[in-house]
């Protein structure tokens, strides 16, 4: 029985986000994905008329995504800001353990696409600055005065974990004790 037309352009976004994800966007062509996906190149193109719009779309998604969980994540201390700055780490630190982990797909795509006028990089920039607001919001919410300075230093220490994980196929060092400390350094308790 053929598949309906309605799922084509969500199995087109489930293949591209796994093969993008696992192995790069430059590394992965069209007709691999309209393959895997078992649509007719005019099926793709016409949800995708470019290959950069599906990764926007992948990106848009895993953007989705990351902020539905951190919201479930941050729901979970109602009141309690401190409490949700760590629980936001020690869920980042479950997510980067996961086998299946790559690191951050933010990150990937603005390495393999620099120019920052490249629309997945501008993506990545939107994204990566909500998440730096949004810790810093809840610093100053925890009573910390620097609070920016503390999101920047929290932001290093993501995006460097989730280098880390890309990088060595491995997880060390514990975001959840790292932000800690760093907190603590900005709290002075």
Partial sequence: MPRAATDARDRILSTASTLFYQQGIRAVGVDTIIAQSEVAKTTFYRYFPAKDDLV????EERNQ????LFEITVSQFPDRPKQQLLAIFSWLDELL???DSQGCPFLAVASEF???DYPGHRVAIAHKTQLRDRLAALARSSGIAQAEALSAGLMLLVDGAF????LYQTHRVKLCQAATVLM?????T
């Fill in 114 to 116: 620099p120019e920052i």
């Fill in 97 to 99: 353990a996961c086998a």
């Fill in 65 to 68: 995504k990351f902020w539905e």
């Fill in 184 to 188: 603590r350094a900005y709290d002075g």
């Fill in 163 to 166: 280098v880390q994980r890309r």
């Fill in 56 to 59: 926007v779309a992948y990106l």
